[in-house]
């Protein structure tokens, strides 16, 4: 039977009024629209709030008197929605780009790049190994990965000379190989869009009015 | 003395750039309790910086829409609408907790909901524009519409419960030439990171700091 | 004879009628497993009663939805093994999800019944900030130092759980249903040499795949909703993952008689043209 709370009502509404952009743009959707930022914004300011009162909890209890300094920078971090003022965050910007940069460096290198390349130099080894789908699987892994770092790295690649035309081939082989990869990828995806689908039609028809 | 003060706050940008960016580096690669405290000790301050960057989206929106309202610009009465409602969810959120059922309710029912539409809303956008954009002119649209739709249908209940090699296939296509194009992207994009990580420290990159006038 | 383009309007009235159909009269497809999800479902099997595993990560709600039906069909499985639970949000929506997916699985033994109390079983930890890295590191590091109070608002010294959560000698397996996976594999994986699993979405998992190989054995990852149906096949449930099936198997038929259609209308208007 159709639902009687006021909850499932509301997120009906909101569905609906959603599902109306596919009529045009009209007011409905704009009040969706509307909550929907209100919302977001809501969320974030209330677990800021809470957040800030469990990360300056130390400080608070005096048992941490040093992060008076990460209070302060944090309040002059807020500055850079002003332009006029915006020099105020400087200190704060640099520490967080600072941090966030030496991590980065560090995994990346490590993860990324030195165990995806790793990786290539172990499959070579398995290109004879197993049944010829796997065979098959590994040999293509090295191909493609390949030419398709060829195909990227596009300043490496002599556009004249007697390896040109080579290089070339690569290239378009790298080419082929990205073409690939985005046609699987985007086979795969439609999944994701149509459970998304599906969660908000099955709510308004299960949930709300209960047809189901 | 105004372009003084604007070299010396360019030059403590990058200064703090870098002294972050060794503190937290030489923590991972030496085993100096010191450093490692720096290295922790920088973690924790970067921890607390980050917690006020949830309050610039409501900066934004107040200014925006504030101004929106003023000037009784097109849909201002929505602008006043969501303003009204922000300040209606801060105390709402903040009395109730966010670890509340109430809250957790009002949640779903409201942001959850209409993410999940908007996203839902997608698929009729991308089975029209498929319907425009994957035909067969060339080679390579031949190659993408082919896998495309290769996947797709190897991914159906129907044809994997009559047909289980469908699955195998899939997985195979999604774990060798599928992932060999990922992987070429993922070892491109790390070597981006790490140049703009090193661009970053050596003050080629303007990025974030150039906003606040500090590079 | 020229077919004329379609509006999209028709495409999406179309679509629309194809997706009540399953969600009037449910249909239950019936699928096969895939090995990757034994492997992931005999890994949670092996962990002994009383170890940590650790749900943590950062990504949007509704994207993490598609994660939600392996990731509840997996808590259950936990719940059912005597296995404990501790969250770790690094992105403002994830405390909501990890809340949503424990009260989905109605394992909360006050709430439901089930056989989780918490504060012993299971624990829900508050939103960390500062970057999903710069958390992890210093969550692996020293768990007490990286947070002080559950989601609640309680000391996490309170808690009986975290009294044997210190550091990441004392997990057993991290799970991450959420988008930001990566960093999970560049840290978790990588650094501390803890296995990964993820009930990823379908668009992580393309992007992320080339992690699995490049770190055998540490770093899992289930299809999308293909195989968080399965899963919950595996634990003996029927959610989020069956009912997607059902409108799969529609949807998936119908985007490829569209491209089919449109290619057709091509080559009649290239036939018409050359007349």
């Known amino acids: ?212 | 003395m105004s372009t003084t003060l604007a070299y010396i706050r360019a030059y403590i940008g990058r200064i703090v750039v870098v002294v972050c960016c060794l503190g937290i580096l030489a923590g991972y690669y030496f085993t100096s309790p010191t450093v490692g405290g720096v290295s922790d000790e920088l973690y924790t301050w970067n921890m607390c910086i980050s917690s006020f960057t949830l309050f610039v989206g409501l900066i934004t929106i107040f200014s925006r829409y504030g101004r929106s309202i003023i000037n009784r610009d097109t849909n201002w009465p929505f602008h006043l609408y969501c303003l009204v409602l922000i300040i209606i969810w801060i105390p709402f959120g903040f009395h109730y907790g966010i670890y509340a059922d109430l809250y957790q309710t009002a949640y779903l029912s409201t942001k959850i909901t209409l993410h999940i539409a908007i996203l839902g809303l997608l698929i009729f956008f991308m089975t029209s524009a498929l319907y425009r954009t994957f035909r067969i002119r060339s080679l390579r649209t031949a190659v993408l519409t082919f896998l495309a739709v290769v996947m797709i249908f190897l991914n159906a209940p129907y044809l994997r419960s009559y047909f289980p090699t469908a699955g195998d296939i899939a997985y195979w296509l999604l774990n060798n030439p599928q992932m060999s194009g990922a992987r070429a992207m993922v070892l491109c994009g790390g070597i981006g990171g790490i140049i703009l990580g090193i661009r970053i420290l050596l003050g080629h990159e303007k990025g974030a700091l150039r906003v606040t006038g500090g590079m | 004879m020229r077919l004329p383009e379609l509006k999209s309007e028709y495409i999406w009235a179309v679509m629309m009628i194809f997706f009540l159909i399953p969600a009037i009269h449910p249909i239950g497809l019936p699928f096969p497993m895939d090995p990757v999800t034994y492997e992931v479902y005999n890994i949670i099997e092996s962990l002994p009663e009383g170890s940590i595993v650790v749900m943590g990560g950062g990504g949007v709600f509704a994207f993490d939805l598609e994660s939600s039906a392996g990731m509840i069909a997996m808590i259950k499985q936990m719940a059912r093994k005597g296995l404990r639970l501790v969250t770790c949000p690094v992105w403002t929506e994830a405390p909501q999800f990890h809340k949503y997916v424990i009260d989905a699985a109605r394992v909360d033994k006050d709430k439901y019944g089930g056989p989780w109390e918490y504060g012993v079983d299971y624990v829900l930890l508050p939103y960390m900030p500062g970057g999903d890295m710069v958390v992890f590191d210093s969550f692996l590091k020293d768990v007490h130092a990286t947070v002080s109070v559950d989601l609640a608002g309680t000391p996490i010294d309170e808690l009986p759980l975290m009294q044997d959560l210190h550091d990441y000698h004392d997990i057993a397996l991290w799970i991450c249903p959420h988008w930001g996976f990566v960093s999970v594999i560049r840290i978790v994986a990588a650094q501390y040499g803890i296995t990964c699993i993820s009930p990823a979405q379908s668009t992580a998992y393309a992007f992320f795949s080339p992690f699995m190989e490049a770190y055998p054995g540490k770093v899992y990852m289930l299809n999308g909703y293909v195989g968080g149906a399965q899963y919950e096949a595996l634990v003996g449930i029927k959610g989020l993952g069956h009912k997607v099936m059902d409108s799969y198997a529609f949807a998936s038929t119908l985007i490829v008689l569209f491209i089919v259609l449109g290619n057709i209308t091509m080559l009649s208007r290239m036939g018409g043209e050359e007349e």
């Open chain 1, 1 to 212: 039977m159709i639902s009687t709370d006021p909850w499932v009502w509301l997120s009906a509404l909101l569905t609906l009024a959603i599902f109306s952009m596919l009529l045009g743009d009209n007011k409905f959707f704009r009040w969706a629209e509307a909550t929907y930022t209100a919302t977001v914004i809501g969320h974030s300011v209330v677990t800021g709030l809470l957040t800030l009162k469990d990360r300056f909890y130390p400080l608070y209890t005096g048992q941490k008197p040093i992060l008076i300094i990460p209070l302060i920078l944090g309040i002059t971090s807020l500055f850079v929605v002003w332009r006029r003022y915006a020099w105020v965050s400087t200190v704060a910007m640099a520490l967080m780009i600072g941090v966030g940069t030496g991590i980065s460096i560090r995994t990346l290198m490590a993860t990324d790049v030195v165990g995806n390349v790793r990786a290539v130099i172990s499959e070579t080894a398995k290109v004879l190994e197993g049944s010829p789908a796997t065979r098959l699987g590994y040999f293509i892994r090295i191909v493609f990965t390949i030419c398709a770092l060829l195909y990227f790295l596009f300043i490496l690649v002599p556009k004249e000379g007697p390896g040109g035309k080579f290089f070339n081939y690569i290239a378009t082989i790298g080419k082929y190989a990205l073409i690939v990869y985005m046609g699987i990828a985007i086979g795969n995806t439609i999944q994701q869009f149509v459970g998304t689908a599906t969660v908000a039609i099955d709510r308004l028809i299960s949930t709300w009015l209960g047809l189901s």
